[in-house]
């Protein structure tokens, strides 16, 4: 005999009263790991989405208006291209990439397109002082698009029409876009005369249905001087991280950079930190429900079984049992119920996860082992917490009330 | 050598007070063989919980060799239980979910003894009491002789010097009573002080001595010793 061997018989004997003891702390378990998976998952799947649409958040000056996303460029005002400097050389997290652009509305061969400015990412990625914990860093959790120089192959430079950024531009080379193409009859190494200077066209992008499409990249500081708008542009494009806009990035951009109009893709970002906010706030809202009603119907079921018990307490204090081992007796049964409670609102909140993630919110979603310790450690915790004094009135019971008929 | 040096004890529980044990002295010598007989309601078994250390006075000394039981810490009092008391009780308290053997454990794995001794000291008492062949069965899986039997040798496991036990035939038909009584007699004989409360006069006869509890008072027989 051993007091786990006594408490564990004893758990067995009584299997129905366990589980009705246990089905408060059980459900609000499985209910708060499934929320936290598919939580965890959606923001996955939002930050992908955001990721693939590209820049997030737009730098521009503080008197322009966003109309369009895609023509934010066009409005004709400046803000100073050292911002860009500014924010390469600050230790803000959560910014994937940058791209300032200037645009000048030009004259190809009759046809009127706009001229954009870019500086390719390998410019002010050089600037960048911390390399691994500025700028471009990622902190956990945050995007899913990983970029390691070096190691990641340099992308095609058609997927700036994607990404919103280029890795490499020289300063003799554009980018044409699908309609500008298509208009002059232009394909990849031919060559174009944008106000009397002459590119090479590197590549044709392909079709957005946007003013992309009527766009000429070059590089930024061949359009600044061939425009003669010395070290300006119009708009610093910038790929945050999903989590970080959620966590206030926008914010931060607009600490460093003051005298800028910062602003986010309110609809897409918005909604999403409204569901992460209204999901935390539910997760929330479930750990306070399951801490009073898991530990109510705890602590109800551990005072029942007391005293229901109350003989067979008298009887192992008459045999010599000190008050110590009978309160070890019930917390050591309390931390076996948050055990079992904690492990099998980990697995049936993940199948519920599994099931419902594709069905509610359309994604894909995966077991997530870290829930585990969690469930676990909350539900001992409830469980030790609400047995803790029904555990104690067994520990003082008095032996002589429970062994009257003596 | 257990005693009691004017011990009362009162209740108060609802109504006025009621004094089940006024002023009442006791010695009960190593050995010795007592039955207390005496009226439902009369103290009996506060008399009995209090020379086992479960039930403290409201005044007076309870000693058991020379030390007094209620001036210890509860879990001294249940230290000195483990060491020196066995109960036998009415009922027989077993416990439910744990076999005949499991049940026999428990003293001993109170005592701080391993598993393996445990097992084997339980198995050799049930053995001796005749019930080898039940060591694996429940409480309710067994007769109430059986589950008398089991109780003594739960009394017995620690080998404990004193016997304290309360009606222990009151729920056993004629021929279990009389193996109790035999046993207690037994127990006796190897040296222990048995203190039985018992209404049964063959369990009273078989005593040393017989004492009579009514009013709060205890006589040996129609002689007062308090």
């Given at each position: 005999?051993?007091l786990?061997k006594l408490?564990?018989?004893?758990l067995?004997?009584?299997?129905s009263?366990?589980?009705t ?10 209910v708060?790991v499934?929320i936290?998976?598919?939580?965890f ?6 930050a992908r989405?955001?990721?693939a649409?590209?820049?997030n958040?737009l ?6 208006t ?7 460029d ?5 803000i100073?291209?050292e ?8 230790n ?7 791209s300032?652009k200037?645009?000048v509305?030009?004259e190809?061969?009759g046809?009127r397109f706009?001229l ?8 002010f990625q050089?600037?960048?002082v911390w390399?691994?914990?500025g700028?471009?860093?990622r902190?956990?959790g945050c ?8 190691l ?6 058609e997927?700036?029409?994607?990404t ?6 020289s300063?003799?080379e ?10 002059l009859?232009v394909k990849?190494n031919?060559t ?5 200077k002459?590119?090479?066209?590197a ?5 957005t ?10 590089h930024?500081?061949?359009v600044?001087?061939?425009?003669g708008?010395?070290?300006a542009v119009n708009?610093?494009e910038i ?9 206030g990035?926008a914010?931060?951009i607009?600490?460093?950079?003051p005298?800028?109009?910062?602003v986010?893709?309110a609809q ?8 992460n906010r ?6 929330m809202v479930f ?5 009073l009603v898991?530990g109510a ?7 029942g079984?007391?005293h ?8 192992l204090?008459?045999l010599?049992a000190?008050?110590?081992?009978v309160?070890k007796m019930?917390l050591l049964k309390?931390?076996?119920l ?6 099998a609102g ?10 419902l993630?594709?069905k509610?919110a359309g994604?894909?979603v995966l ?10 450690g909350?539900?001992v915790?409830i ?13 003082w ?5 429970t062994?009257q008929?003596v | ?14 109504g006025?007070?009621?004094t089940v044990?006024?002023n009442?002295n006791l010695?009960i010598?190593?050995?010795?063989f ?10 009996k078994?506060?008399?009995?919980l209090?020379l086992?250390g ?5 005044r007076?000394?309870?000693?058991i ?10 879990d ?8 020196k008391v066995?109960f036998?009780f ?5 416990v439910p979910y744990?076999?005949?053997v499991e049940?026999?454990q428990?003293?001993l794995?109170l005592a701080?003894?391993?598993?393996s001794?445990?097992q084997?000291?339980a198995s050799?008492?049930?053995s001796?009491?005749?019930l080898?062949d039940r060591?694996?069965h429940?409480?309710l899986?067994?007769s109430?002789g ?12 620690n080998d404990?010097p004193?016997?304290l ?9 004629p ?5 109790v009584?035999a ?7 190897e040296?222990?002080?048995?203190v039985?409360v018992?209404h049964?006069p063959?369990v009273?006869?078989k005593a040393?001595r017989?004492l009579k ?6 006589s ?5 010793v308090?």
């Open positions: 005999m051993r786990r408490v564990l018989r004893e067995f004997e009584r299997k009263q366990v589980i003891g246990l089905m408060a702390i059980l459900l609000g378990i499985t708060i499934a936290k998976n598919i939580t998952y959606s923001e996955k799947a939002v989405e955001l990721d649409l590209g820049a958040i730098v521009l000056p503080k008197s322009v966003l109309q369009n996303y895609y023509s934010a066009m409005q004709g005002e400046e100073p291209e911002y860009v400097e500014r924010l390469t050389q600050s803000l997290q959560g910014v994937d990439n940058l300032p200037l645009s509305p030009v190809i061969q046809h706009t954009t400015g870019i500086l390719p990412k390998s410019e050089a600037k960048a390399q691994t914990a700028v471009f860093s902190p956990e995007g899913t698009v990983a970029s390691i120089p070096g990641t192959p340099e992308p095609p430079k997927t700036l029409v994607r919103r950024v280029i890795e490499t531009l300063s003799a554009a980018l044409v876009g699908a309609d500008v193409a298509a208009t009859g990849a031919d174009i005369s944008v106000m009397g002459t590119f090479t066209v590549a044709v992008l392909p079709e249905g946007t003013v992309d499409d009527s766009r000429v990249f070059a930024l500081h061949t600044q001087e061939i425009a708008k010395g070290r708009v610093i790929v945050g991280c999903c989590d970080q806009i959620s966590k990035l914010s931060r607009n600490g460093l950079l005298e800028a109009k910062v986010t893709i897409v970002v918005d909604t999403q930190i409204k569901t209204m999901m935390s706030s539910l997760s750990v306070a429900v399951i801490v898991g119907s705890i602590a109800n079921y551990m005072y079984n007391v229901e018990r109350r003989r067979e307490i008298g009887t204090m008459a010599g000190g008050s110590g081992l309160l019930f309390a931390l076996l948050g055990l079992a409670g904690g492990v980990y697995v049936l909140g993940t199948v519920l996860a599994l099931l993630g594709p509610l994604i894909i077991p997530m082992p870290t829930l585990m310790p969690w469930a676990i909350i539900s915790f469980a030790l917490v609400a047995s803790y004094f029904p555990a104690r009135r067994a520990a019971l008095d032996p002589f009330a062994l008929e | 050598m257990m005693k009691m040096e004017t011990v009362t004890k009162t209740y108060n529980h609802r006025p007070a009621v044990l006024n009442v010695e010598p190593q050995g010795d007592v039955s207390i007989v005496g009226p439902s309601g009369s103290g078994s506060t008399l009995l209090m086992g479960m039930l403290s006075p409201s007076g000394r309870v000693e060799d020379g030390e007094s039981l209620y001036d210890l810490a509860p001294e009092r249940a230290t000195v239980r483990r060491k066995g036998v009415q009922t027989f308290n077993l744990l076999s005949a049940n026999v428990i003293p794995f701080g003894l391993g598993e001794e445990q084997e000291r050799s008492l049930l001796r009491l005749g080898g060591l694996q429940k409480p899986e067994l109430v059986q589950q008398q039997r089991v109780a003594l040798a739960r009394t017995l496991a404990p004193i016997i036990a309360d009606e222990p035939t009151g729920s056993l038909d021929e279990t009573s009389a193996q009584i046993f207690l007699e037994q127990m006796n004989e040296g222990r002080t048995v039985v018992t049964d063959k009273a006869q040393k017989s509890l009514d009013g709060g008072k205890i040996f027989g129609n002689r007062e308090s």
